[in-house]
């Protein structure tokens, strides 16, 4: 008989659900609006209704969720959630346990992104690698060793929050040269908007770069220098093998072409060793999924 695990996405606008089996297959994918300013009564509500319409028949045994942020079950808060002021008050979490009788594990939503590829397309080929997820933030997971790294209160892989610059670009986070500050999708815009006067989404910049423009190369030229020194960073100090890139500004295809060949001229240890960026490549399944998985490993059928 099939055992069964139910993932949860929650963000500030929906919340996404799936029946995965124990080989990690999804079974079941849906969603629906997550309602926080109708308050932490309706969340709940919405979170459990989606579960049980997702799950039907299937009889499962655990939940594994994804969170903006870091939920410290302590004080029942998700530190770093700051556009949903909800889920950065206490109450959320604990009162939907209340309602459970199936263990609930909560997890980064980054973590989840970063578990899901890393079982689809790096697991026996690497052991250590980074996951980043650009949009309109930056945030990041780390399988370190085929494990898990979430660090003892859940907040390893800040990578979009390290600086590279201590005069550089105020983030909104409060501190400067962030990495968040120059590659997110709003970074890329502002700073776009500084050199043309113009406002463009990220895509329609890379188009411009493609015939030549020259705003668009600085900005490009800028951005993957920036990255390559982030990223070589995070290689230097955790000997990552691979990162992979998703979110909505991952679609731009320099990051791949040019990016590895700043982080060549920047990786410690052994010259011509080139680290490679992947694309993720479960689109925006992957937070779901990696949700779920959370979910089978507290039934003992996956270890990470
Ligand atoms: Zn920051």
């Known amino acids: ?10 963000g500030g606008t929906k919340v ?16 629906r609006p997550s309602e ?9 509500a919405n979170i459990l209704e989606l579960a049980a319409d997702t799950a039907g028949d299937a009889s ?27 889920y950065e008050k206490p109450g959320l979490i604990s009162l939907l346990r209340t309602k459970l009788t199936v263990p609930l594990i909560i997890e980064n939503d980054a973590n989840c992104l970063a578990l899901a590829e890393f079982f689809a397309q790096c697991y026996r080929k690497y052991d250590t690698v980074m996951a980043v997820i650009l949009g309109t933030g930056m945030g990041s997971g780390l399988i370190l060793g085929n494990k898990l790294h979430r660090g003892p209160i859940g907040n390893a892989g800040e990578i979009g929050h390290s600086s590279i610059d201590i005069n550089g670009r105020l983030c909104e986070c409060g501190r400067r040269g962030c990495g968040e500050a120059y590659l997110s999708g709003p970074s890329l815009k502002r700073r776009y908007k500084e050199l043309s006067g113009e406002t463009l989404l ?28 982030l990223f070589a960073n995070c290689v230097n100090i955790l000997g990552l093998q691979a990162i992979i890139l998703g979110g909505g500004v991952s679609n731009i295809p320099l990051w791949y ?34 949700a779920a998985l959370l979910g089978l490993r507290a039934m003992g059928l996956m270890e990470f």
């Open 1 to 10: 008989m099939s055992r069964y695990a139910i993932g949860i996405d929650l």
């Open 257 to 290: 072409d040019c990016v590895p060949a700043y982080m060549d001229k920047a990786v410690f240890g052994i010259p011509g060793r080139r680290i490679p960026i992947l694309k993720a490549g479960l689109g925006d399944s992957a937070g779901v999924l990696g």
């Open 202 to 229: 990220p895509q329609e910049i890379f188009e411009r770069f493609k015939k030549g423009e020259p705003n668009a190369r600085t900005l490009f030229d800028e951005s993957c220098r920036i990255m390559g020194e």
């Open 16 to 31: 996404e659900a799936c029946l995965v089996d124990e080989s990690r297959r999804i079974l079941v994918r849906k969603r």
């Open 36 to 44: 926080p300013r109708l308050g932490r009564e309706k969340v709940v």
């Open 60 to 86: 499962y045994e655990a939940i594994g969720m994804g969170t903006p942020g870091t939920y410290h079950a302590g004080d029942d808060i998700m530190y770093g959630a700051p556009h949903t002021p909800l």
